[in-house]
Each structure stands twice: as C-alpha cells, then as structure tokens.
C-alpha cells in the first residue's frame, strides 16, 4: 500500500525533475544550433517552457478528473456514470481543437448568461481543455486496470469486512495504479504534443515559437527540426520514468 | 469447549436456485455447524458445494429457508477461498494486519505483534516482509487463514483448500485444520478432494447427490 503511494509519489516527482533537466539539456544545446536558431534561442525557450508548463498543469488536472470519472462510472449512483459517459462521448468525440475554442470563445459567454463573469485568458483556456480532454482518456486507462484486477481480490477484502470505500482506497486503487502507468505515460506524451494546439488561440509555445520563427526568416528546415527535436527530447523524458518505475519494482522485492 | 454464548450456523430446510423457474441445486438442507468442529462438505464438482459456502459468507441469499447465525457478526466469519487472493501489492505482514487496523481499529503496533504471533505460529515467522509473489503455495496458503484469523473469526469456511497442494502439504493442511478446532475455531471445509477426505477421516462419504449433506466430522 505504502509503497504503491511512494512510486506514485517518486514518480509525480521523477517527472518533474526529468522535464528540469530536459529543459536544462535544451537551454545548454540550443546556443550550438545553427546561427539562426542560436540567434533566437529565447524565443524557442520561452515556447519550450510554456508547453512544459502547459503539459505539467493540464496533467495534475487530468489525473483527478481521471480518477473523478473512473469512480464515478464504477460507482453508478445516482447516474453519475450516465454524467461520465457524456463526458466521455464529447471529449473522445469532438476534435481537441474545437475543445479549445469551446472553452475559450464560448465557456465565457455561457457563463456570462448566468451572470458570472469569469475572464479565461488563453493560458487558463489551453490548460483546462487539455486536462479534461486528457481526464477522460486517463478515466480509461485507469477503469481498464481496475477491470483488470481479479474479483477475488475484493471480495476476499470484503469477507476481512473492509467496507467498499476501504475496499477501493486501500486494495483496488494500488494496485490499478500501478497496472495504469503505461497508458497514463502514453496518455501524457500524447498531452505534450497536443499542447501545440494551444498556439490557435495565441498561446506562444514551442510550434508557435517555430513558425513565427519561419515567417520571420523564411527558413523552414532549421526552425521546425529543431522544435521537432525538442519535443523527441521532451517525449523521450516521459518514456524515462517506465525503467524508473521497473527499478523501485525490484528494489522493493530484492530489500527482501 | 464451554463457551458462555451460544454461536452456531444452522441450516433450516435450505433451498437454492439460480433462476426463477430452474431445477433447484439442492432443497430442504438441514444442519447445525458448531465451533471448535470441523466440518466437510463433500461431494463431486457441480452438485453445489460452493453455492451453499456462498450461502454462509453472504454472498448470494437463499431461494427457501434460511441459514441462522446465531452470536456472530460479519468479521466473525473468515474466508478462506480457492485461489486465496492474497493482496500482491502487500507485504505478508500487511496482508495480515491491513482489516485488523481498518475494520477493527486496532492500533498498528498491537497489530503487527498480534500478526507477528500468528506468523510464528504457522511457521511462517521469517516471511513477513515478503511480497506475495515471492512465496510458495503452502505458505501462501497458511498466510491466507493466518489472515482469517486476525479477525479473531468463530469459523472459517474453507472452498476446495488442498485443490493445488501435493499429498505431503494435504497432510499438513489437515493438522492446521485440527489445530484451528483446538482453539475453538469452527471449520467447514468444502471439498471433492479424497486425499483430504481420507486425511480427515470421514466415514460417511458420498459421491450421491441426493445424499450431499454436510457431515459433522471429528471433534476437537
């Protein structure tokens, strides 16, 4: 159980720790590219540490929806898996594009017809389609692994008398979480390149930062193989944490 | 055997079917479990035997009659199923003392000593802070009631306990069955394994369906 709690935890900060060091790589390399890219290297960090940053906040955001929404399709009280289910359907089922756009453009103007006037800036709007678009693929992942887990296991917990909830928290939720990381990892890199669609409402990251950099110089190859490059760096950092995640697995069973 | 309170499972003309106009599993099942007693149900695959440990645990509700419990609460009845179900994310210790701390609130300490008995016990003392996955069978098997027992259960229902043990390991898991008589513990013990059933010397045997009743056996 404690343990479970640690590689997620271990795990939570491995990332972040890799994106610093990711990023740290990029700062270090970026004035040893060719003369126009080294020229404007603040400008392909500044759109590095945005969709970084992007992808950071959104993923905090996903993982509870995530879990919201898985538990709210197991538990089916009330029609919460009905609610869940809707959700699902529209995310999975409009383009991420128009998601952003609805948040952006729209979600203020609904709100506004109930009297709450809430400014969302471009940023609040990117990371908040991004999370929940990503929610609901992670409410997959993480019921598929649930699903996967053996009947016997909850009900040997509840034959101990551990209620449900307990049965949940403390026996299924674990040990699914272990099983989910794959997917969740997957789920991520797909986060980090979907980031590039903030750039349609303005948000200045790392494909924004490449083609303003080709309309400002005319030269294509340089400008977008190098933000292709960054996001192989950034990607590759997110695979990294599946040999971590293998290595505390052992070091857990060879301690003993 | 005095035991101030009166706890026993009786069966009362028990009938089970699982649908609505089906043949019925068995009907009209009378009997009386008692603690400290070891009991067998036995007959071949498919006459029942699980349904009717189902029936005891809870798990499913009778079609006729009704299984009385008379002095005992949900916890006061252990477990112990076929693939035993072991928590793999768990140390064999926390296997152990993982309901004790939530069901029963017991403190992580007195747990951990109370488990820690146990596990020596049952021969499993050097065990404890192994992973599931990292033991053999029968001590998997002896981790699971050791796991029953924490809850400090009145009777254990066992399903088909011996089905993935060798003859040596039977013979041992029918002296861990009379040493749980010993401490008051009742057993029932579903099975079609002959091995366990010659181990634990029942007479009355049969493989008839119309004469699947559960038979008292020996007592302590």
Redesign the interface.
Same mark, same amino acid.
């Given at each position: 159980?404690r343990?479970?709690i640690n590689r997620a935890l271990v795990g939570a900060f491995a990332l972040i720790l890799f994106s610093c060091i990711a990023y740290q790589v990029v700062r270090i390399s970026l004035p040893f590219a060719p003369e126009v890219i080294a020229a404007r290297r603040d400008l392909f960090l500044m759109g590095a540490k945005a969709t970084l940053l992007l992808t950071l906040s959104a993923t905090i955001l996903g993982f509870f929806v995530g879990i919201l929404v898985a538990w709210m399709k197991e538990v089916k009280w009330l029609g919460t898996q009905y609610l869940a289910q809707a959700f699902t359907i529209f995310t999975q089922g409009t383009p991420l594009l128009v998601q952003i756009f609805i948040i952006f453009f729209a979600l203020p103007e609904v709100l506004a017809s109930f009297g709450l006037n809430i400014s969302i800036d471009e940023w609040k709007a990117a990371a908040l389609a991004l999370g929940l678009n990503v929610g609901a693929y992670h409410a997959e992942a993480f019921r598929g692994a649930l699903l996967s887990i053996?009947d016997? +296991?909850s009900? $040997?917990?509840r034959?101990?008398?551990?209620s449900r909830f307990?049965t949940f928290i403390?026996?299924l939720l674990?040990?699914a979480s272990?099983r989910a990381t794959l997917p969740f990892l997957s789920n991520t890199a797909a986060l980090l390149k979907d980031s590039a669609l903030a750039s349609s409402i303005g948000v200045l990251e790392l494909s924004l930062a490449g083609t303003r950099l080709t309309s400002e110089t005319f030269k294509p190859v340089p400008a977008l193989a190098t933000v292709a490059l960054i996001y192989l760096v950034f990607t590759g950092v997110i695979f990294l944490w599946r040999p971590v995640q293998k290595l505390l697995l052992e070091a +857990?069973?060879g $301690?003993? | 055997m005095e035991s101030t309170k009166t706890v026993y499972i009786e069966l009362r003309s028990l009938g089970f079917r699982y649908s609505k106009h089906g043949k019925f599993l068995f009907r009209g099942l009378n009997c009386k479990f008692q603690k400290g007693f070891l009991h067998a149900i036995l007959g071949p695959s498919g006459v029942g035997k699980t349904t009717l440990l189902r029936l005891l645990?809870d798990?499913i509700l009778p079609t006729e009659g009704e299984v009385i419990k008379e002095g005992l609460g949900?916890?006061n009845?252990?477990?112990v199923?076929q693939?035993l179900?072991l928590?793999?994310?768990?140390?064999v210790l926390?296997n152990l003392t993982?309901?004790p701390r939530?069901?029963l609130r017991m403190h992580k300490n007195h747990a951990e000593v109370e488990a820690l008995r146990l596990l020596q016990q049952f021969d499993l003392h050097g065990l404890s802070?192994?992973?599931p996955?990292?033991i053999s069978g029968g001590q998997a098997q002896r981790v699971a009631i050791a796991?029953?027992l924490m809850?400090q259960p009145e009777f254990i229902l066992f399903d088909e306990p011996t089905a993935s043990l060798d003859t040596d390991r039977v013979k041992v898991f029918a002296d861990t069955l009379l040493d749980l008589t010993k401490l008051d513990v009742g057993c029932i013990v579903v099975t079609h394994d002959q091995r366990l059933v010659s181990q634990i010397e029942i007479k009355n045997y049969s493989k008839a369906v119309e004469n699947f009743l559960p038979h008292t056996g020996i007592p302590a």
């Open positions: 159980m343990s479970s053996d016997g +296991q009900k $040997v917990a034959s101990l008398g551990l307990q403390f026996v674990p040990q272990d +857990q069973d $301690v003993h | 645990s798990e949900r916890q009845l252990g477990v199923y693939g179900h928590f793999p994310h768990l140390t926390e993982l309901a939530k069901v802070h192994r992973m996955a990292k796991r029953a809850l």
